[in-house]
């Protein structure tokens, strides 16, 4: 059968490696953005090539400092997400009594339909300004989610006849959960992994765009968008800079996990 | 079937109550109150303490809580510490817009994804295919609010094609100016259409490789009756389980767009609320958002479980 | 003067006869739900704008912060300024019936209600004795004071001060004398009045007047895209791009209101005048006006009130000098700490000039650390939080700023500047009913400020207002004063 | 005969993955109104030769040669022509797969798909009428409650003969069965074999993939021998098969804990039926339960009812009574549906929605969740559709080797030369098992599957239809190695199986069990020779296929409790 043939995977990893690359190694290459040195919104060209700000900030220094918290915060989330979600799921789905599987899941249940961004701006506005509370609150949110999609996923190689020949063999629950479950499991969480980051950076982009996030000054990717706005045709690239850093690494990570799920199916089928 | 349904409804009631304590929670964990909030640099002490009196927000906050819990099993919503009057006034004023903008959201956001998730996995790897994987991979990567930003300068403030806000707009002015809708729709589906066809696709072409269709072709069925009937029913509930999660995307986009674009919607009132501490009516708008995305989700999970029965079975 | 000129003057286009009819739009920050247009609850822009439209105030202010007369046509004190007579206007109410003095003091008993939690103006008129107080004749009205006060009648020129007629219960049914009458409000929406054809002052000329909420990104977009003629209290940044649009026009009053960073005076290390003067002299405030206000502003010389009544013009401007600042430092054994200013984005431009300044600091080795805090509870926070705040203040006489800031009893006292000879000068002040020396004795409460409080007063940004290009009659004026968002002498081209 | 001309030609028909040559100029033709076998040992390629009729193939297979059917040329040299296939399926060639369980769509029922596909390709006809004829013809009642259910409300020969119906209901020019017998029980078998004889005399060519040299007797006219891709004879039954002969085993018969052999055959008691025999040790006759004290059976199952949801809801098993001693066998036997496998898992702990005891040495077995290691080793099971119990991403010696890993506490490379030596006697050499599941057919996988199983050397092992997909050397393969495991560690096996031949070679005792109820007990020859129960006296007189077709059976009436009235659709 023929398949999507576009350059994914180089392409994806290149998309992907020029945000991550900004975010992680841009605080070395460049003094964080100092205030006033420069004009509010001069264009862009010699000294600063992207121009500058509203508070007359150089914009590529902005960018170099601004992704750290932008990825960081929505990778973190994610990962927090994972860690508690996947635990909770998969114990459930492992739990031997069935109240134990309804008193994991079903606290999570009474969260799935919490508005997110009630949760957001509630979290957001009480401590305002703090990185941390705003990726648990992002984690948060996507805990039940996690935990559901892991469950059932889990509870589907639990309960298939691969799981029940393994434990007729003897194998100790903690490598049938690992080893099956947990392998079982892998392929819808890689699909919803990439979806979920491209949720998360987009939420906290939200935050941070409705002001509800960082402080207004902060380099952030999402607040210097938020900021730059109302100069858009003034300056354009100090908004379309960090927006494009965001577009790339969301674009980039789809790509990478579409191929990643294509082959996953390909080594599945071709036995 | 009924009792799944049953089921579902119960556990939906449940989930409301434990939610309104938890939005009470966070909420009273929020610092300063109403009265704290509502009064500007010029007012004294004694202003705020009164105010405080007068919102009764000195009383403890479980009596408060009770009070309120009470009224809302008998539809009372409850009293807005802001505007004095009813929160289901701030509901009926806010719901029509957000409910509007969501029903013509979703009105273009089902048919557009599911024809063209359908289109692009009947034929994986096609021109098409690539095609409309490459736009709803790259559209999907755009944040709402950079694509709200890009479109209202390009479209309305550059060519002027499209009104650039709802400021002033009411309700009688979009049915006179339906070009209002075109970019906070636009904005909203955009991605959500990605989501959804992307969904959609990936079940086809899962289905589509399944034994099941295989001895379906070699038994000879048809192409249309193929994909109606074999393909379709079970290719869909990925995409329905999508879809169950589009009330958060769509109170999501919504929020940016009405931030945006000016709309006086639930989302703006459920913040304007948070950030004037007035718990009732974040309470209340919480629980019909929560309600609302329940019934959606609750509606995805029994078309589903209508399409492929088996769901049931696993625990 | 304060009340500076618009970009191209007083935004009048030529000398065309002004027309009569069409539908005026006019857009503010909205406040939600919060939003009233009950005149004695009135606390937003958007609040005052639409109350001015539908009420009128015995007097009210000029550019300069001076009364000027509205309902009241002249005004006379006894000799201690206890007792004062206004003399009415003939003027309608909406209800058709005229206005009497009985009108005036069932006004000002609604305001003092102990009962009403949200009338701003209590505090302020708490100096009326309205039992003494009685209507004389027809039309005049005289109110007794409980102390002097040589200030009284510009107190009635601020916020909360309308007058509304006896009948007036209901505040979604107003009854007042203002040049348009109500159609239809809803908070955090929309405001419609119509032309009110029997106003005393002539009656306005545009047909239909809508005042809207809306954000400063949709006012601008609004402006722009001919969806409104009129938008409240613009960005500079905007200002900047509608400079190369035909289509809208800024009208900028001068140096308006105020910006500062304040230190608190009964708070170490603040407590020692030297240090906060080390501060005062640290600040770029050229640099301050030219970021955070976008160049639309002029510098600020650590007192209240440029341009305004009792301003005292003489006192130098403070420069930058960093090496005075180093060595008054180095004397109060202040270099090298590291203090953290409480700012919040409760106002644009707070967390900019709070981390500029913090920059600028660092210039003489002051580490300064910015915390951001909860934007809608930030100014009654600030009282508590922090050793160094950012601040701002609105249009207002600089009596009342002196009397809301500065004093002991001060509910808002951001610089804890409480000094009890301070405030026993400014009763004095508030009493002297000569003018030339009331002047002087205000001109010495600003001057200790200037010297040794805690206010870093660093900018009085302008005050940007837009309009589209069909819109004539705009006055340039500072915000709380007449000509502010006065929509009844606007017309269409 | 040899003057009309083929529907089918088949002519020098290869298949290729990789290297490896799946078929090697295979040729064949097939005429209308005849029924042609392809037989041939397990993994010799009939599902590839069958396939490739359709023009299909599996992952990385590539067809070479030439298949021409009705006018159409499906496959030449170049492989498969593309525009083959749409027009010649279903209404000229229709195929039933090997393994039903997956063909059929899990969302839909399967009256509609009947239905649907008779108006599909007789337009013509009413359709409820040809899909009640479907059913029939596979031996399925028809009936709202079998149309109405959904594909997993089924029990696995009854899948089957869905998947089954779907095929007949084309009612195709050329129909291809791949081993429709399998999971099938003795009457039914029959019926089916009856029913697909009459249904050949009617006009379809059909081609038959069996290992079921019984059926291939009653039915074929021509049969092709297929042997590692080739086709080493063609000819009529008699001459192409071997002859029919008795499945050689040793019985396996209770020993006494010195290893002595026990004889009598009343092991076992039922609910209903009653044995006049009892259990004798050391020659010693000894009355049967009351005697519990004295000779406690390895394993006993007391009164045993299943359910198939909570709170007992959806009885499946209807107070089942079972002893099996050491070194036993004691098969189990039903017409499909019956409760066989549900027994089975009781057993094996996997169902756990029942009430009453499973006792080892007299001790209660708990279910399998809660078994020590050691319960674990000596109960094992090997389950009836194999290939869902492997794991499709690992390779399958090193998913045998595990067990004894894990149970006997082997090293990884002991365990690996103990799996390999084992499935090489169960006629799987190294490169095959070092493949994952998806590359081993039916019956290599089931053989893997038992040997995952008897690695553990198990003190009882519970087999579910092991041989449904094996050849008759194969077979005995399988039984030979199961006689070495009672020699060496005496294993005693409950076996479940509706080749009542098999069972009466290898088993001591049988039980019969039908709708849930036990029916009947006794020793083989008993039962065999003198049924008493009438489900037993069914399965018993359809066993031997030919003789059985020719009594026919027009008195097979509505016993016919192929859905059984125990099994309630939980959906709707
Ligand atoms: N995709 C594949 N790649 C490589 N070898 C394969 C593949 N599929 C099947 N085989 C091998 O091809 C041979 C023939 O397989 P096929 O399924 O045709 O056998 P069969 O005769 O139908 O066997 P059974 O009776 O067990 O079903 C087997 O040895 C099998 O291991
Ligand atoms: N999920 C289910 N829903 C409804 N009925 C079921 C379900 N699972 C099993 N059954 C029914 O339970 C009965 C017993 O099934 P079981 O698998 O034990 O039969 P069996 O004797 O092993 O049959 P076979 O010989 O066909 O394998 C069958 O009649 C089957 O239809
Ligand atoms: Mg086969
Ligand atoms: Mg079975």
């Avoid at chain 2, 007035?278 to 479980?305: E, Y």
């Avoid at chain 3, 510098?299 to 440029?306: A, E, I, Q, S, T």
Wanted: net charge neutral.
């Amino acid at each position: 059968m023929k398949r999507v043939n576009l350059p994914t995977a180089p392409a994806g990893v290149a998309l992907l490696a020029l945000p991550l690359g900004v975010a992680l190694l841009g605080p070395w290459c460049a003094e964080p953005a100092r205030p006033g040195v420069f004009a509010p919104y001069a264009p862009g060209g010699g000294e600063h090539p992207l121009g500058t700000d509203g508070l007359g900030r150089d914009v590529l220094a902005l960018l170099l400092h601004g992704g750290r918290s932008a990825l960081g915060m929505a990778l973190g989330a994610v990962a927090v997400a994972y860690l508690v979600g996947g635990a909770v799921g998969l114990l459930a789905a492992s739990a031997r009594r069935r109240w134990a599987d309804e008193l994991l899941i079903r606290p999570l249940d009474v969260l799935l339909p919490l508005p997110t961004l009630l949760v957001i701006s509630v979290v957001a506005v009480g401590w305002r300004g703090s990185p941390v509370a705003i990726a648990l609150a992002v984690a948060a949110v996507n805990v039940p989610p996690v935990a559901r999609l892991v469950r059932a996923a889990a509870l589907d190689a639990a309960s298939g006849p691969v799981t029940e020949a393994l434990r007729v063999q003897g194998e100790s629950r903690v490598r049938i959960q690992l080893d099956h479950v947990a392998r079982s499991v892998l392929s819808p969480v890689a699909a919803d992994i990439g979806t979920r980051i491209t949720l998360a950076v987009f939420l906290v982009g939200s935050a941070n765009f409705l002001g509800l996030g960082l402080d207004p000054t902060a380099p952030d990717w999402a607040v210097s968008i938020s900021r730059s706005r109302e100069a858009l045709l003034l300056q354009p690239w100090a908004v379309l800079a960090p927006a494009a850093m965001l577009v790339m690494f969301t674009v980039g990570l789809n790509l990478l996990a579409d191929r990643l799920l294509a082959r996953s199916r390909r080594t599945q089928e071709a036995v | 079937m009924r009792g799944y349904a049953l089921q579902r409804l119960a556990l939906g009631g449940v989930q409301l109550a434990l939610l309104t304590v938890l939005v009470f929670l966070l909420t009273s964990l929020l610092p300063g109150d109403a009265a704290d909030v509502r009064n500007d640099e010029d007012a004294t002490p004694e202003q705020v303490a009164a105010l405080r009196e007068q919102l009764g927000l000195d009383r403890p906050a479980l009596e408060r809580f009770t009070d309120w819990a009470g009224g809302v099993l008998t539809g009372d919503l409850g009293t807005s510490l802001v505007s004095g009057g009813p929160v289901l006034d701030v509901l009926a004023g806010s719901a029509g817009i957000t409910l509007l903008l969501a029903a013509v959201t979703l009105a273009v956001v089902v048919p557009l994804a599911v024809l063209l998730g359908i289109a692009s996995g009947l034929r994986e790897g096609g021109r098409l295919d690539r095609a409309v994987t490459s736009v709803t991979l790259a559209l999907n990567a755009v944040p709402d609010f950079v694509l709200a930003l890009l479109l209202v300068a390009g479209l309305s403030l550059r060519l002027g094609w499209l009104p650039a806000t709802w400021v002033g707009v009411g309700a009688a002015d979009l049915i006179a100016r339906p070009a209002l809708l075109v970019l906070p729709v636009g904005v909203v589906a955009a991605r959500m259409i990605c989501l959804l066809s992307r969904q959609v696709r990936a079940g086809m072409v899962t289905v589509l490789r399944a034994g099941y269709v295989t001895q379906a072709r070699r038994l000879g069925v048809p192409r249309r009756t193929l994909l109606l009937r074999h393909v379709l029913p079970n290719a869909a509930v990925p995409g329905i389980q999508e879809l169950a999660r589009v009330g958060d995307n769509l109170v999501g986009g919504v929020l940016i767009v009405e931030a945006v674009f000016a709309i006086p919607g639930v989302a703006t009132a459920l913040v304007d609320a948070v950030e004037a501490r007035d718990v009732p009516t974040v309470q209340g708008l919480a629980l019909v958002v929560a309600a609302a995305a329940l019934l959606f989700s609750l509606a995805a999970d029994l078309v589903s479980h209508r399409l492929v029965p088996r769901t049931e079975v696993l625990r | 003067g304060g009340g500076g000129s618009g970009d191209g003057g007083a935004a009048g286009g030529g000398k065309a006869e002004p027309r009569r009819g069409g539908r005026f739009r006019a857009l503010f920050t909205g406040g939600g739900e919060l939003e009233t247009i009950d005149p004695h609850a009135e606390a937003l822009a958007i609040d005052m704008a639409r109350t001015k439209a539908l009420f009128d105030r015995l007097v009210d202010l000029d550019a300069d912060m001076a009364p000027v007369p509205r309902l009241a046509a002249k005004w006379e004190s006894n000799a201690d300024a206890t007792v004062w007579r206004f003399t009415l206007r003939e003027a309608l109410f909406h209800d058709g019936k005229k206005l009497t003095p009985e009108d005036v003091l069932f006004s000002f008993g609604r305001i003092l209600d102990p009962k009403a939690t949200d009338h701003f103006a209590q505090g302020m008129l708490s100096v009326i004795d309205l039992k003494k107080s009685r209507g004389v004749g027809g039309n005049t009205v005289e109110i007794a004071l409980s102390r002097p006060s040589a200030e009284f009648p510009a107190l009635l020129g601020t916020l909360g001060t309308a007058v509304v007629s006896a009948r007036y219960r209901d505040p979604a049914r107003p009854v007042g004398t203002g040049a348009f009458r109500l159609k239809s409000f809803r908070a955090g929406r929309s405001f419609v009045a119509e032309r009110f054809d029997d106003h005393w002052d002539g009656g306005a000329y545009v047909d239909e007047l809508h005042i809207l909420s809306a954000d400063a990104d949709a006012r601008g977009n609004a402006l722009r895209g001919g969806q409104a003629e009129y938008g409240y209290e613009m960005t500079p940044t905007f200002a900047r791009t509608a400079a190369a649009d035909t289509s809208v026009r800024i009208v900028a009053a001068k140096g308006s209101t105020a910006h500062a960073i304040v230190m608190k005076c009964d708070q170490e290390p603040f407590d020692d005048p030297d240090v906060t003067l080390a501060f005062k002299l640290l600040a770029d405030r050229e640099k301050l006006v030219e970021v955070v206000l976008a160049g639309r502003g002029v510098v600020g010389n650590d007192m209240f009130g440029k341009g305004y009544q009792y301003y005292p013009e003489d006192i130098p401007q403070r420069k930058r000098d960093v090496a005075e600042a180093r060595a008054l430092l180095k004397k109060t054994g202040m270099l090298n700490r590291t203090l953290s200013i409480y700012t919040s984005s409760a106002a644009t431009g707070f967390v900019e000039a709070a981390t500029l300044f913090a920059e600028q600091a660092a210039d003489a080795g002051l580490r300064i650390k910015v915390t951001t805090g909860s934007s809608e509870t930030y100014f009654k926070d600030q009282l508590t939080k922090g050793v160094m705040g950012s601040h701002r203040s609105g249009a207002m006489s600089i009596p009342t700023y002196l009397n809301d800031r500065l004093l002991t009893t001060s509910a808002f006292n951001a610089s804890g500047w409480r000094r009890k000879d301070f405030d026993a000068a400014f009763a004095k002040a508030r009493a002297t009913t000569d003018e030339g020396e009331r002047t002087r004795l205000y001109g010495q409460l600003q001057r200790t400020v200037h010297d040794e409080g805690g206010l870093l007063m660093w900018g009085h940004p302008d005050w940007l207002n837009a309009v589209s290009s069909r819109v004539r009659g705009v006055e340039a004026a500072p915000p709380n004063t007449l000509d502010s968002a006065r929509f009844d002498k606007v017309w269409l081209a | 005969m040899t003057a009309k001309t083929p529907l089918v030609t088949v002519r020098g028909l290869t298949a290729r993955a990789g290297d490896a040559l799946l078929l090697d100029g295979v040729d064949f033709d097939l005429y209308e109104g005849r029924v042609t076998a392809l037989v041939g040992p397990s993994g010799s390629g009939k599902t590839t030769a069958a396939l490739a009729l359709l023009g299909e193939c599996g992952p990385g297979v590539r067809l070479g040669g030439r298949v021409e059917a009705g006018a159409v040329t499906v496959v030449d040299a170049d492989g498969v022509t593309p525009e083959a296939a749409t027009g010649l399926r279903g209404r000229l060639v229709a195929y039933m797969p090997q393994h039903p369980g997956s063909a059929l769509n899990p969302a839909r029922r399967g009256g509609a798909v009947l239905a649907e596909l008779a108006r599909l390709h007789h337009p013509g006809d009413r359709p409820q009428a040809l899909a009640a004829a479907a059913l029939r013809a596979a031996q399925l009642p028809d009936g709202r409650d079998t149309r109405r259910r959904f594909p997993h409300q089924f029990s696995g020969g009854q899948r089957q003969r869905v998947a089954l119906a779907q095929t007949l209901v084309c009612r195709p020019r050329v129909l291809v069965l791949d081993e429709p017998s399998t999971g099938l029980d003795t009457v039914t078998r029959m019926r089916l074999a009856d029913e697909l004889a009459a249904l050949a005399r009617t006009g379809p060519a059909v081609l038959l993939l069996s290992h079921d040299h019984d059926l291939v007797r009653a039915l074929a006219d021509h049969v092709v021998v297929l042997r590692r891709g080739r086709v080493t004879a063609q000819g009529s039954p008699a001459d192409t098969l071997p002859a029919r002969r008795p499945v050689t085993a040793t019985r396996h018969t209770p020993t006494g804990p010195d290893g002595t052999a026990v004889t009598g055959d009343a092991a076992v008691t039922g609910g209903t039926a009653v044995t006049g025999d009892v259990p004798v040790r050391k020659g010693t006759s000894v009355p049967d339960d009351a005697s519990a004290s004295d000779g406690v059976p390895l394993l006993e199952v007391r009164d045993l009812s299943a359910h198939l949801h909570g709170r007992g809801r959806g009885p499946v098993l209807h107070g089942v009574d079972l002893r099996l001693p050491a070194g036993a066998c004691v098969g189990v036997a039903g017409l499909s549906g019956s409760g066989k496998t549900t027994l089975a898992r009781c057993v094996a702990g996997l169902h756990e929605r029942h009430r009453g005891s499973v006792l080892l040495d007299g001790a209660p077995l708990p279910v399998l969740r809660r078994r020590s290691t050691e319960q674990k080793r000596r109960v094992q099971y090997v389950w009836q559709e194999v290939r869902s119990s492997f794991d499709e991403r690992r390779p399958v010696a090193e998913q045998v080797a595990r067990t004894a890993v894990r149970l006997r506490g082997l090293d990884a490379d002991a365990a690996r030369g103990e799996a390999l030596a084992l499935l090489s006697r169960l006629g799987l050499d190294a490169t095959t098992v070092e493949r994952r599941p998806g590359g081993l057919s039916g019956g290599e996988l089931q053989r893997a599957a038992l040997a995952r199983a008897a690695l553990a050397t198990p003190d009882v092992l519970v087999c579910d239809e092991i041989t449904t997909a094996l050849d008759a050397d194969a077979t005995e393969a399988v039984v030979a190695e199961l006689a070495r495991l009672r020699e060496q560690h005496g294993t005693a096996l409950l076996w479940v199986s509706h080749d009542l031949e098999l069972l009466a070679a290898v088993a001591h005792h049988i039980v019969v069990i039908d709708a849930g109820h036990v029916v009947e007990t006794g020793s083989p020859e008993r039962i065999l020779g003198a049924p008493r129960a009438t489900p037993t006296k069914e399965l018993v007189r359809a066993m031997d296929l030919g003789s059985a077709l020719a009594a026919d059976a027009p008195a097979a009436t509505a016993a016919a409790t192929a859905v059984s009235a125990t099994a309630t659709p939980s959906g709707s």
